[in-house]
């Protein structure tokens, strides 16, 4: 016997998506602007939803946890090719940059869980690596074929620049701002006119 797919239950399956990805933004949010590692309950209450619905989408604090990284990380692999349909690579990589940002001030929030998660093997570190190189590489190549940005430079020298940038300006009481260093950081990866 087989089940018809009604459109009630088809879209009460759409808002349950819909639902999902919300709390999972609202997460994301809160994680980045928190000091520490905050608690599921102000996330369910800057959501606006019940501890229950929350725990609904999301049982452990470990699945919330794998679940924003996931998607951030998603966000940035398939955004590589999203940026480069739509901009010049080397504005496509420095809005990728940004990108790269927003995961990395998110994963402070998280940081402790994910440490967690790692040593456990409950989370593939080194496979997200991977795809983050491969998204870089893909920016870099597209830059190189079209003149834009240097064709020495390799996926790994860029995501080490990045986290040294974002390690250095979101330190305490420090005054150097990020989208400056961006730019200064950019501006090294374009071709040199030779002339």
């Known amino acids: 016997m087989f089940h018809l797919t009604t459109p009630t239950s088809r879209s009460l399956r759409a808002d349950a998506a819909r639902n999902r990805q919300q709390l999972l933004d609202v997460a994301t949010r809160v994680l980045a ?5 905050p608690s599921m309950r102000a996330i369910a209450r800057e959501a606006g939803v019940g501890i229950g619905t929350l725990y609904r989408h999301f049982p452990t604090r ?3 946890v794998a679940a924003v990284y996931q998607d951030q990380v998603a966000r940035l692999t398939t955004g590589a090719e999203e940026l480069l349909a739509a901009e010049e690579p080397s504005v496509a990589l420095r809005h990728w940059m940004d990108r790269f940002g927003e995961w ?3 994963k402070s929030g998280m940081l402790a869980t994910l440490l967690t ?3 456990a093997g409950d989370l593939a570190h080194t496979r997200t690596r991977d795809e ?7 920016i870099l190549e597209a830059g190189a074929a079209a003149g834009d940005l ?3 430079v390799t996926a790994e020298e860029v995501s080490a620049g990045l986290i040294g940038i974002f390690t250095v300006a979101h330190q305490p ?3 150097v701002s990020a989208d ?3 730019d200064i950081f950019l501006d090294g990866l374009r071709p040199q006119d030779r002339s």
């Open 62 to 64: 470990e699945a919330l």
């Open 132 to 138: 983050l190189l491969a998204a870089v590489s893909t």
């Open 150 to 152: 240097r064709e020495d």
């Open 117 to 119: 998660m790692i040593d």
């Open 33 to 37: 602007e928190a000091e520490g590692e």
């Open 180 to 182: 400056r260093l961006l």
């Open 173 to 175: 009481g420090n005054t």
């Open 104 to 106: 990395v001030a998110a």
